[in-house]
C-alpha cells in the first residue's frame, strides 16, 4: 500500500506522489479507504495524469463503491476472471484433478467429441438452454439415451465444479435429461448358456475364458474382475474383496466352489489375477470376449462381461431360493433399485413355489379324506 501517504479534504481520501524517470513532474496516486459490509477495504482510485483524477473525482468514487454501485477492485478481478473460464478451460481444471484415471479418459473423449464444438469457447453463463435442448435432440438422432445422459452430465458436473471454486455461475435451470431404461436385463436361453460353457471350455482363449467363468460364476463386474489381486482372495476362510467397486465402499462377496476350481487354474505371475502388459492391471480384452461371443453363436447385442453378471442375477433371482436383500449384497448394488430389475423373476419363482403348495396341501387333503371314508 502507499507509503507517505498525504490526506485530502475529502473524507477517505489520500493519495503519495509517484516520481518517474521520463517526467520531471511527480504523478499523485489516489487511494480511497472506505467500509462495506462491515468490512474495510482500502484500495488503489487511479492516477492524477493517467486516469485524470482529481480528489473530487475520487471521492465520488469512493461514495458509488460504498453504495454498491460499483465493484470494489478485487470484485472486478473476479469478474474479469470469471469471463476468462470457459467450459474448455474449466474442463481442463475439472480433468486435471480427477482421481479414476479411466473414467476420466472416458470423460475427456466425450467432452472432445459432444462438447468442445458447441460449447468449448462459451462461459457457462453464455450457454442457454435452448441450445442444450437442440444438442440433445441432435446427439438422441444416433446415440442411446444413456450415451446422451453421460454428456450433458459431464457438462453440468464441470460448471457446478467451476461455481463451487468461485470461477463461474451456475446454470439458472435444470438440464433436461433423456429418459434411460435401468430395467434392461440380459439373458441367455438354456441352449445359449450351454453353447457357451461349452466354448469357454475349448477355446485357446484361455485368460478370457475364466474372466468370463467368474463373471457368470460371480456376478463380478469386468473392472473388478480386471483389478481382481490375489491379496484379495481369502482362499481359506471363502471370500472375495472388491476393492473399491461401482458403489462405493469396499465389499465381499463369498467365494463358490465354480470360481475356487476357476481360480485353481490361473498360473501367478503377478500380484493381480488377470494382468494386463508388464504385469499391471488389465485394461481391455474385448477382441477376445467378442470372439467367444461370436463362436457360441450368442446374439450380437449381447455384452460379454456385463450381460454374464445379469445371467448370474436372473438365475439366482429365479430359483427362488436367494431373496432379493441378499442379491442386493451378492451384486454389491450401493441402491436396492438396481437389483428391483430382477424381481419379477423372484415372483415367477413364488408363484411356482405356490402352485407347489396348492399340489402338497391338496394331496394331503386327499389322503385325508381317504382315510376318513375307510374309519366311516
Known sequence: MAKNRIKTKYPGVFYHELKTTSSRRAEKVYYIRYRRN????EEKAGYQFRDDM??????????????????????????????????????????????????????????????????????????????????????????????????LGLM??????????????????????????????????PTQLNNLLQVLENTPRVDAARMMKIALFSGMRRSEIFKLRWED???ERGFITIMNPKGGKSQKIPLNNNVRETLAEVIRTSDYVFPGRNGGPRRDANKAFSAIKREAGLPENFRAMHGLRHVYATILASSGEIDMLT??????????????????????????????????????????????????
Not at 327 to 338: A, G, S, Y
Open 38 to 41: 462491515g468490512k474495510m477495504i
Open 54 to 151: 482529481t480528489p473530487a473525482r475520487v471521492a465520488g468514487l469512493r461514495a458509488k463503491r460504498i453504495e454498491g454501485a460499483e465493484l470494489s477492485n478485487n470484485e472486478k478481478r473476479a469478474e474479469q476472471r470469471k469471463k476468462e473460464w470457459t467450459l474448455e478451460t474449466l474442463a481442463h481444471e475439472y480433468f486435471s484433478v480427477r482421481d479414476n484415471a479411466k473414467s476420466a479418459k472416458t470423460d475427456q473423449g466425450r467432452f472432445r467429441l459432444y462438447l468442445k464444438n458447441p460449447f468449448g469457447k462459451k462461459r457457462p453463463e453464455e450457454i442457454d438452454q435452448l441450445s442444450i435442448d437442440r444438442l440433445r435432440i441432435k446427439l438422441l438422432k444416433t446415440k442411446t439415451p444413456q450415451t446422451v445422459k453421460h454428456v
Open 156 to 189: 453440468t458436473r464441470i460448471i457446478n465444479f467451476g461455481a463451487d471454486r468461485g470461477l463461474c455461475q451456475r446454470l439458472p435451470y435444470r438440464v433436461k435429461m433423456p429418459r434411460v431404461d435401468n430395467h434392461k436385463t440380459e439373458d441367455l436361453s
Open 233 to 235: 482372495i481369502d482362499f
Open 327 to 376: 442379491l442386493q449384497k451378492l451384486l454389491t448394488h450401493k441402491d436396492q433399485r438396481m437389483t428391483q430389475r430382477y424381481i419379477h423373476y423372484h415372483e415367477e419363482a413364488l408363484q411356482r413355489a405356490g402352485k407347489k403348495t396348492d399340489d402338497i396341501f391338496n394331496h394331503t387333503i386327499k389322503e385325508h379324506s381317504v382315510e376318513m371314508q375307510g374309519t366311516g
